[in-house]
């Protein structure tokens, strides 16, 4: 009943609704109305109350509820069925979990990640209510070996959208962004194939937004949009990025135009024309960034005059400054 009210008292936008008005909608009396009010602003949302006029939504906290995000977010497909959690293993494994009786586009948010993965199941720190914890369910029509281009759609909508709130940031080839040289963001696409086709495809976006104080092992190469000066709402970033999300991947579903996103990518990309290492296993290697190629893989030259065409997966990379 709660999440109803709010509803309505979002929907209003910013106008007062009598108690009248919920209690005829809702179906419940007015001193229910007033009971779940107060709840509701014990939950941090700013509701003014006047005698004759009713309630007025003034404020709400940066916390992921779906009526708040759905009510902000202008999207067709990507969101249109919202699921959060107050915390949960790894959104990506919930994500997999019922991506079969989900319909593309459903996201899944959680303010805290107890088994946050990386790739190759690298840990992610995912602290409570610090971060962007993401899960986007796809279901594409899209040969699966054209599944990393998502990774890359992923990481254009997330630097696009930090760059129109005023971040400046950059693409780690293939799947972080980067402020300041140092990690805030990591993408982890994972998908499941039946015989030669794409059943369905989840990316994971992780973004550190408020964290100030990191764990040991990645204090000095990861960073918060916080941390670098900057105080923006998740509710503001998230919504930013799952339009910029529709918007690149319906253009690409549509078109199946790699090279264009390939070509944003690189605009946008932190190693082009820099010093790296590439990593296989645990072999390194420096090298230079020459290029991202039509097929959105890397090339690289190393310090012998040869180069390479890196597809994303088999490779990670490094700055010289250890990022
Ligand atoms: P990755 O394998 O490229 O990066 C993992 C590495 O990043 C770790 O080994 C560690 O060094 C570093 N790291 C761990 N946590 C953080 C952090 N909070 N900030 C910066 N660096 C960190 C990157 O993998 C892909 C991460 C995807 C995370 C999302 S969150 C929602 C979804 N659910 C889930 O379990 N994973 C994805």
Request: proline share 2%.
């Amino acid at each position: 009943m709660k999440d109803k009210i709010l509803k309505l008292l979002l929907e209003a936008k910013g106008e007062f609704i009598s108690g009248e008005y919920i209690s005829e909608k809702l179906g419940i009396s007015r001193s229910a109305v007033w009971k779940h009010i107060k709840s509701i602003k014990e939950e941090g949302y700013e509701i003014e109350s006047v005698t004759k006029k009713g309630y007025r939504l003034n404020q709400y906290p940066d916390l992921f509820v779906s009526e708040v995000i759905k009510s902000k977010l202008n999207t067709n497909i990507i969101g249109k069925k919202i699921l959060c959690f107050e915390t949960i293993g790894s959104t990506n494994d919930h994500a997999k979990k019922i991506a079969k009786e989900s319909e593309e586009g459903t996201i899944i948010l959680s303010e805290e990640q107890t088994k946050g993965r990386g790739r190759m199941g690298k840990v992610w720190h995912s602290i409570k209510g610090d971060g962007i914890w993401l899960s986007i369910i796809l279901k594409p029509d899209i040969p699966p070996y054209h599944a990393p281009i998502i990774t890359q759609i992923a990481g254009l909508s997330v630097v696009i959208a930090l760059n129109e709130l005023g971040v400046k940031s950059s693409i780690k080839w293939p799947n972080d962004i980067l402020i300041n040289n140092k990690k805030i963001c990591g993408i982890l696409t994972e998908m499941s194939i039946e015989i030669d086709r794409i059943d369905h495809i989840v990316v994971g976006i992780g973004m550190n937004v408020k964290t100030l104080d990191f764990p040991n092992d990645i204090e000095n190469m990861a960073t918060s949009i916080l941390k670098e000066g900057y105080s923006l709402n998740r509710l503001d970033i998230l919504s930013r990025i799952l339009e910029k999300f529709e918007e690149f991947y319906t253009d690409y579903v549509s078109n199946n135009d790699i090279e264009k996103i390939a070509n944003m990518c690189k605009t946008y990309s932190a190693i082009i024309g820099k010093d790296i290492y590439v990593i296989k296993g645990d072999k390194r290697r420096k090298a230079r960034g020459i290029d991202i190629n039509k097929n959105g893989n890397l090339i690289v030259e190393y310090e012998d005059g040869s180069s390479e065409e890196l597809v994303s997966g088999e490779v990670s990379i490094r700055g010289e400054n250890g990022y």
